[in-house]
C-alpha cells in the first residue's frame, strides 16, 4: 500500500466527520488461461487465454492464473522474472507437457546469475507424460531455474518427468573452477515447500538424478514435502533430493519432509547401478536437516563448518526401511571425504544394515574436486578428515547383517588406509542389533587401516545389547592419543569386550538395561543405568551442553524424566473429513507407541476427493478505474466463495456515475476509501476521489459535501487540524 497525497499542497488533508485512515492499493496485473478459452483472446477473467505457453510468452510482470481444468501444452514455458503462476488447486488444475527429450524442461526460468525472480508457482499438477519403465519418454525436467533468487515452488504436484521434477541452479555453471565458495554467485531466497512429486527422478547411464535437484543455494529453506522415486523397477530411480553441478550449499534447511526411495537392489554397488540415497550432496556448508522422515540414506561428501558453527546440523530424523535388504548396504547417515563440524543427534535410525557410515579416502585425494576440500581450514585430515564430529542420543535399533563394514557406526577409508580423526564424541547412544541375524559390531572401526592417525575419540554412556560379535572393534595399527571409552553398558553381545588396543577404558558395564519393551528402548524406572553415566561431557564449543535430570547422566538415548525420540511402529486414524472444495480430505492420526516419532504414509491421511459444488454467489471485481463521461468502470476479477463453481445468478455491477474533477481542484485518489454509514447521511461505498471546490469546501465524487476535520501532512507524518 502507498499513501494518497494532494496534488495542490504538501498538506494532505485526510477526512471525514469520523476520523478515517486512507491507502491506496497497488496489485500486479492478473491474466487468465482456461482450457475453454482462445490464445487471441486479450487474456482477462472473461476473455481468458487458452495455453500457458501464450500467457508465458507475453505477460512480463504480473500474475498468470490458471483456472481448473487440463490442459496440454507442446513446448517448453519461458517464465520472465517477476511473474508468478497460480492455479486453483493442484488436484483440479493439471497440464500435461507434451514436449519430449531427456534434459528438456517444460517450465524454464532462466535468466543471469543474480537476478531476482521475485516469483512463485504454486497451486498446479504438472505432469511430463514420462512412462514408469525407467526408460526415457515424456518431458525430461518439469521446473528448471537458473540464475534466480527469490523463488518459491509450492503446493505443486509434480509428476512422470524422467531425469528430475525441479531443478533449483544457482548460476549459469558456465565453468565451476570459476566458481568459489567465496563470491559464488549463489541464488538467495529461494524454497520449495508443500510440493509433491512421483515418478521423476532416474537412474541414468548409471548416474542417479533427483526429484529436487539443487545447486549454488544459500538459505534455501525446503519443507513439508512428500517425494517419492518407488514407481520405476527398483534398479531405475533416483533420489528424492540430490545436489545439482557439485553442489555448493550454505545455510540450507531441509526439514518436515517425507523422502521415500526405493530399496537398493544390488550385490555390488554397481550391479545395477544404484545406491541407497534418499538424499545425496556435494560441499555443504552450515546445513540443517531436521523433523524428516527417510526411508533410504542421506548422504555427504565435503562438510565444511565455514562460517557457521557447523558443517551439518541433523535432529529428530527418522530413518526407517520397511524390509530389511541382506544383499548389500542400507545406511542411515554416508560421510565421504571431508566431515567437518557435523553434529547429529536425537534421530532414530531403523532397520538399517549401518545406522552412520564415515567412508573417507586418501589425505591427498580430492575425489575430482578443487583441492578447497583439501586445504579448508589448515584443519587435520587433508582431503577426509573428521573433525569435531558429535554423535549423540540417537536411537540404532534393528541393526541387521549384510556384506561390507556395517555396525550402528562404522568408519573406512576407500582405497586407502590412513583415516585421519580429530575430535570424534559418541555420548548417549542406544545401539540395538537385530534379534538373530543382526549386524556384528556395535562401532566397527576395522576398515581404518594401519595409516590411521586418531585422536581425540571419546564413547561415553552408550548402550549396545545384541551383536554378533564385539560391541567396539577398530583395526590395530596407526597412530592414536586421547582416546576414551568409558561407562558404556555390553548386555547380550556375543564377546562383550572392547577390542581396540591402546584405548582407556574405565566404568563399562554388562547390565541389563531394563527397556520398557524390545521395541521401546526406554529406560524402565527401575534400571540400572539411571544416573549411571559419566558426566562432564567434553564437547566441542559449537555444540550445546549436556542437559540431565538426577546426579549424573542416563546412559543410553533416553534420559528418564526427558523427551527422547522413540519409532512409531503403527498408527491410529480418526474418521476422514467432509470434502472440501479444494477436493481433499484428511483425517487425524496419532502414532504407536504414545509420544513416537514417525509419520503414517501421506497416502493414508489424505485423499483426493470428489468435492460437492459450491455455487458462486458474488464477485470479485478490480478498482474502479477514472471518470470518463461521468461514468467509472471496473471488472469482475473472480467469484466468491473461493472455490465456488458456476456464475452467480445476479448480474455483476460493472459502472457507477461519477462527476470528474474541475481543472484546478485538489484531488485526493484512493481505491479503498470508505466512508462511514452516520455522518452526511452517506452510504458506505467505495470512493474513487475527494476534491477541494473554488468555495473551500470538500466534496465526494458524488458532489456529496463533507467536512474533513484532520489531515495528514505526507512527508512529515503528523495530523494537523486545519484552519
Not at 6 to 18: H, Q, T, V, W
Not at 62 to 70: A, D, Q
Not at 627 to 638: A, S
Not at 702 to 722: A, E, F, H, S
Request: net charge neutral.
Amino acid at each position: 500500500r502507498t499513501s494518497i497525497k494532494i496534488k495542490k499542497s504538501n498538506k494532505m488533508k485526510n477526512l471525514l466527520p469520523l476520523l478515517l485512515l486512507v491507502s491506496l492499493s497497488v496489485n500486479a496485473q492478473t491474466y487468465y488461461i482456461s482450457p475453454a478459452g482462445n490464445d487471441a483472446n486479450p487474456g482477462t477473467l472473461a476473455s481468458p487465454w487458452k495455453t500457458l505457453s501464450k500467457a508465458t510468452s507475453t505477460v512480463t510482470i504480473g500474475v498468470i492464473s490458471v483456472l481448473s481444468g487440463t490442459y496440454t501444452e507442446t513446448s517448453t514455458c519461458s517464465l520472465k522474472a517477476g511473474v508468478s503462476i497460480k492455479g486453483e488447486n493442484k488436484s483440479t488444475t493439471i497440464i500435461k507437457s507434451a514436449v519430449t527429450g531427456q534434459w528438456v524442461s517444460f517450465l524454464e526460468l532462466q535468466s543471469p546469475d543474480n537476478t531476482n525472480g521475485n516469483q512463485s508457482i504454486s497451486g498446479l499438477t504438472l505432469d511430463g507424460q514420462a512412462n514408469t519403465t525407467g526408460n526415457q519418454s515424456g518431458t525430461g525436467v518439469g521446473i528448471w531455474i537458473t540464475g534466480r533468487s527469490n523463488v518459491s515452488v509450492h503446493d505443486v504436484k509434480l509428476q512422470n518427468f524422467f531425469m528430475s521434477g525441479t531443478i533449483f541452479a544457482g548460476n549459469q555453471l558456465d565453468g565451476i573452477t570459476a566458481k568459489n565458495w567465496t563470491s559464488g554467485p549463489y541464488a538467495t531466497g529461494n524454497s520449495f515447500y508443500n510440493n509433491e512429486s512421483v515418478n521423476c527422478a532416474a537412474i541414468d547411464g548409471g548416474t542417479g538424478q533427483g526429484s529436487l535437484m539443487i545447486g549454488w543455494q544459500d538459505g534455501m529453506d525446503i519443507h513439508d514435502n512428500n517425494l517419492n522415486t518407488t514407481a520405476r523397477p527398483l534398479s531405475r530411480n533416483g533420489w528424492p533430493i540430490k545436489y545439482l553441478s557439485n553442489g555448493y550449499l550454505k545455510g540450507v534447511k531441509i526439514h518436515d519432509n517425507t523422502l521415500i526411495k526405493s530399496p537398493f537392489q544390488g550385490t555390488t554397488p554397481f550391479s545395477p547401478p544404484n545406491w541407497d540415497f534418499a538424499l545425496e550432496f556435494f560441499n555443504v556448508q552450515g546445513m540443517q536437516l531436521y523433523n524428516n522422515y527417510i526411508q533410504g540414506a542421506a548422504d555427504f561428501s565435503y562438510v565444511y563448518k565455514g562460517s557457521y558453527p557447523y558443517g551439518l546440523w541433523a535432529y529428530n530424523n527418522t530413518f526407517n526401511n520397511p524390509n530389511q535388504n541382506y544383499s548389500f548396504v542400507e545406511s542411515g547417515f554416508i560421510f565421504e571425504f571431508k566431515a567437518d563440524h557435523i553434529i547429529v543427534e536425537n534421530n532414530v535410525i531403523n532397520n538399517k544394515f549401518v545406522g552412520i557410515s564415515y567412508n573417507t579416502r586418501g589425505i591427498n585425494n580430492n575425489g575430482g574436486e578443487n583441492n578447497y576440500a583439501c586445504t579448508y581450514g589448515g584443519s587435520t585430515g587433508g582431503c577426509s578428515g573428521i573433525i569435531n564430529n558429535v554423535i549423540r542420543n540417537n536411537v540404532f535399533s534393528n541393526l541387521y547383517a549384510g556384506n561390507g563394514a556395517s555396525g550402528g557406526i562404522a568408519i573406512q577409508s576407500e582405497a586407502t588406509n590412513d583415516v585421519q580423526i580429530d575430535g570424534l564424541y559418541i555420548y548417549n547412544n542406544t545401539f540395538s542389533a537385530k534379534s538373530g541375524g543382526g549386524t556384528y559390531n556395535g562401532l566397527d572401526f576395522g576398515g581404518m587401516g594401519g595409516g590411521a592417525n586418531v585422536k581425540n575419540v571419546f564413547i561415553r554412556n552408550n548402550i549396545f545389547q545384541n551383536f554378533r560379535s564385539n560391541p567396539i572393534v577398530k583395526q590395530s595399527g596407526g597412530s592414536q592419543s586421547n582416546v576414551q571409552i568409558t561407562n558404556n553398558d555390553f548386555y547380550n553381545n556375543s564377546n562383550n569386550t572392547v577390542s581396540w588396543t591402546g584405548a582407556i577404558q574405565a566404568n563399562n558395564q554388562l547390565l541389563n538395561p531394563l527397556f520398557v519393551s524390545p521395541t521401546d528402548f526406554h529406560l524402565q524406572p527401575s534400571s540400572p543405568l539411571i544416573d549411571d553415566g559419566f558426566t562432564p561431557l567434553l564437547l566441542p564449543t559449537y555444540a550445546t551442553p549436556v542437559v540431565f535430570t538426577g546426579s549424573a547422566p542416563d546412559i543410553g538415548y533416553s534420559e528418564v524424566g526427558g523427551i527422547s525420540p522413540l519409532p512409531c511402529t503403527g498408527f491410529t486414524f480418526g474418521a476422514w473429513t467432509t470434502c472440501d472444495n479444494t477436493g481433499n480430505q484428511t483425517r487425524t492420526w496419532s502414532g504407536l507407541p504414545a509420544g513416537c516419532t514417525g509419520t503414517p504414509p501421506p497416502d493414508s491421511i489424505s485423499r483426493i476427493c470428489t468435492p460437492i459444488p459450491i455455487p458462486c454467489t458474488g464477485y470479485v471485481y478490480s478498482n474502479y478505474g477514472p471518470c470518463i463521461n461521468n461514468v467509472q468502470t471496473r471488472t469482475v476479477t473472480g467469484y466468491t466463495p473461493s472455490g465456488c463453481t458456476g456464475t452467480p445468478l445476479t448480474p455483476p455491477v460493472l459502472t457507477q456515475a461519477c462527476i470528474p474533477p474541475i481543472q484546478g481542484d485538489t484531488i485526493l485518489t484512493s481505491t479503498i476509501l470508505r466512508l462511514p454509514a452516520t455522518g452526511n447521511g452517506l452510504p458506505l461505498r467505495n470512493l474513487i476521489y475527494i476534491v477541494k471546490r473554488a468555495d473551500g469546501k470538500w466534496y465526494t465524487n458524488g458532489n456529496v459535501q463533507v467536512d474533513v476535520i484532520m489531515y495528514k501532512n505526507d512527508l512529515t507524518g503528523k495530523w494537523i487540524i486545519p484552519e
